[in-house]
């Protein structure tokens, strides 16, 4: 049975800092690569509006998005992944989903960060 799992989201003030994981089990085949994409407040879920936040390889390639960039660190083993993100902003908020690239793609329920003082 394929589950993904994010966790450790939650309230932080604005300079904060958070840890983001997820967690990918019985995923047939390889896994090519893992990835965080955000769906701010206000945007249905099924509209798939999602940002591109940080995405890693099986190679170890990472990519980060520009609002990001120089905040986040992505990291993966196997099939967990964890994102550092520090000095959040408001703009950082969201729900962020977990998304595992293999023969199909398979995505979390996602894990609400909430930036706000």
């Known amino acids: 049975q394929v589950q993904v799992a994010e966790s450790g989201g939650g309230l932080v003030h604005p300079g904060g800092s958070l840890t983001l994981s997820c967690t990918a089990s019985g995923i047939p085949g390889n896994v090519y690569a893992m990835g965080w994409l955000r769906q701010r407040q206000g945007e249905e879920r099924e509209s798939l509006k999602r940002?591109?936040?940080?995405?890693?390889?099986?190679?170890?390639i990472t990519y980060y998005g520009d609002s990001v960039k120089d905040r986040v660190t992505n990291s993966r083993d196997k099939n967990t992944m964890h994102l550092q993100m520090n000095n959040l902003t408001p703009a950082d908020t969201g729900v962020y989903f977990c998304k595992v690239v293999a023969q199909y793609d398979y995505w979390g329920q996602g894990t609400q960060v909430t930036v706000s003082s």
């Open positions: 940002d591109l936040v940080a995405s890693i390889t099986s190679g170890g």
